[in-house]
């Protein structure tokens, strides 16, 4: 079992910048691929960005590449999402995941989501 807690979500200026924030307790972190979800109003979830359990392999949906950077701190149990030139269609509530064998799409634990808002 791993626990998820996600933080750094808030409102900000398209264009602008926020770094998410995912802790994690439990198991050993290093043991898990961490990926970063999102679902906006009234759409599915969707995936936004995936690190393995090294950092050796990083994957990006096509929507974030060039503007979002995932990394991990396997000694601190933390992944991170920064995200710049944020867009209005980037506001939705964003989720980071654990997963041990599903690395970049498949994961087995949720946190319970961040709120990020993108203001034209």
């Known amino acids: 079992q791993v626990q998820l807690v996600e933080s750094g979500g808030g409102l900000v200026q398209a264009g602008g910048s926020l770094r998410l924030s995912c802790a994690a307790s439990?198991?050993?972190?290093?043991?898990?691929?961490m990926g970063w979800f999102r679902q906006a109003p009234g759409k599915e979830r969707e995936f936004v960005a995936a690190v393995s359990r090294s950092g050796s392999k990083i994957d990006y949906a096509d929507s974030v590449k060039g503007r979002f950077t995932i990394s991990r701190d396997n000694a601190k149990n933390t992944v991170y999402l920064q995200m710049n030139s944020l867009k209005p269609e980037d506001t939705a509530v964003y989720y980071c995941?654990?997963?041990?064998?599903?690395?970049?799409?498949?994961?087995?634990?949720w946190g319970q989501g961040t709120q990020v808002t993108v203001s034209s």
């Open positions: 995941a654990a997963g041990l064998y599903g690395f970049p799409r498949e994961y087995d634990y």
């Open positions: 439990g198991r050993a972190f290093s043991a898990y691929a």
